[in-house]
């Protein structure tokens, strides 16, 4: 499981069925979970706990599986201190995860992404490649975020109107969908469902509550479109 | 203090005047501070800090006690990765905290809570049953937060007009109240004393800055009512 | 490196150079990477790092350095649960950082501070004394905050209008120059480059596009001048 050519501190805990490749190095109170799989020159760095289950307390409205399979964590990506990564999710090559940052099961992320300090990914969430996400940014359960994207911090997406007053319903609860090369400014809140286009320009501070058009450029609360092409 | 039907992970800091109930489990690297009452039932992930005082550094307005009495978690309620409590805390039964939230000294959670990730609660604030409060959100100290209520991701609240200019007013510095039944929408601002009436609606994105009616449906910045009853 | 008038706890990791004064209070599960110097009477609770190396995992727009030297922390300051601190930081005496706050490389925060809990401060910012920060604020790199000022909960500061698309351009990304004795209510979004005068006032929820003049009070969406001294 571990061989020489890793530099794995003795207080970090590997339970059972984890792979770890050649050159990864695990710094102090790592917890490893089974299913984990690092792939050759990962660093994870102090606290960080991979590869936890979800568990419910009884008060949650999306029903939990009871497997999620491995999570995996590609080439050369880094995630720095205290960062948790559940069940079943798929990280790609030179990835940065920032500090604290936490992402639920059965998330895949691209290659060469950058996901912020305190940033909370939420279930079943895809990323594309070359992507950042910074600080203290919510990314729902259920969407779907492109290449090439900049969200500013503290970004907000949600994904469901009824706010919780309707179960979970799996047809309805739908996140944002942010296509290529969008960007979208610093503490801007995009409400359940809504598409940004290809290319779109979100203002900082924005409650988009209407699909961005490709190329278009909107802004305020809520958000309006100041042009169609930048 | 421990006994054969738990399941405590070898790394688990217990200091003194622990209480630990049949059927807990505790993950790796947790530390429980005097005054612990882990009630039947209770899983704690890694990294949790439990019963920890407040502490101050010659900077803070309000002044702290000398004692906060005992931190109970009640039965099979689970702590995430990275909860902090500090002391004089009291959570009920069936309550989900979320990855690195931390819940300041003296505050009181209902039971059947969801409590998100990263979510800071402040000092002396009091939560009923049955509501849930999405990641990231602001709970500041001395608010009242009712039975079935729901917050979205990154609301904010706060307990100070002055914003710090006046010293701590004991009668001054009060939080919101959110009254049963009532939805925050994600990313709202309310400001302090607003009072927020069962089953009102606050729209993704409001900066409340008026009580807002029992059954009313608000939005906007300001916020302004839209419908009376919903 | 250690000395009986410490209180040292045995699971602390200290890598080497690492000065520890006198009368140093170490919790749980702390790591002090090379570098560290905890001046006389700092305690630092459980699971904290400190001088950790910045990283980049090949996506990094800013280059960073082969060493920043030392990280310091001042007499009598706190370190509560789950705090980051990089290299090359330099922390004054009677400071209080939050549980699970992270400070970049680089960065200088004077005497009698408070950091609030999941507060993220990026690279080279620099912060006066008797500052206040609360908790989940996002304070941006190549930032400038003066002393005596007050900034609510989830203030967010950005310093980049290109959202990424240039590149790092070291002239061109400036964060926010907030001036002594300000105070900028809670969840505010201040855009880059933006000045805050002495002893301006900004309010709750607003976004501040323009530069605030001295004594001004601001509030909006985006923020228009209210009145000009308070």
Same mark, same amino acid.
């Given at each position: ?30 917890? &490893?979970? $089974? +299913?984990? /799989? =690092?792939?050759? @020159?990962? #660093?994870?760095? *102090? %606290?960080?706990?991979? !590869? ?26 880094? &995630?720095? $201190? +205290?960062? /948790? =990564?559940?069940? @079943?999710? #798929?990280?790609? *090559? %030179?990835?940065?995860? !920032? ?132």
């Amino acid at each position: 499981m571990k061989n020489c050519s890793n530099s794995i501190a003795k207080t970090v805990i590997i339970h059972d069925n984890v792979i770890i490749e050649d050159g990864v190095i695990i710094h102090d109170y790592v917890v &490893l979970y $089974p +299913g984990t /799989i =690092l792939k050759k @020159g990962v #660093e994870v760095f *102090d %606290h960080c706990v991979i !590869g936890k289950m979800p568990v419910a307390s009884g008060n949650l409205a999306r029903s939990l599986k009871s497997s999620y399979g491995q999570t995996t964590v590609g080439e050369n990506s880094i &995630l720095c $201190p +205290g960062v /948790i =990564l559940y069940a @079943g999710i #798929e990280i790609g *090559d %030179h990835v940065l995860l !920032g500090d604290h940052c936490s992402i639920r099961e059965e998330c895949k992320i691209g290659s060469n992404c950058i996901i912020g300090r305190s940033t909370n990914i939420n279930y079943a969430t895809t990323i594309g490649n070359d992507t950042k996400i910074m600080d203290s940014c919510i990314i729902t359960g259920n969407m779907t975020i492109g290449n090439h994207v900049f969200m500013g911090a503290n970004v907000i997406t949600t994904n469901d109107n009824s706010m919780g007053r309707n179960g979970y319903d799996e047809g309805g609860i739908r996140g944002p969908v942010i296509h290529d090369g969008a960007r979208i400014g610093a503490a801007a809140n995009i409400l359940p469902s809504i598409v940004v286009g290809e290319n779109a320009v979100v203002g900082a501070g924005s409650v988009v509550t209407k699909h961005v058009a490709a190329g278009a450029l909107v802004m305020g609360v809520p958000a309006k479109e100041v042009s169609k092409s930048n």
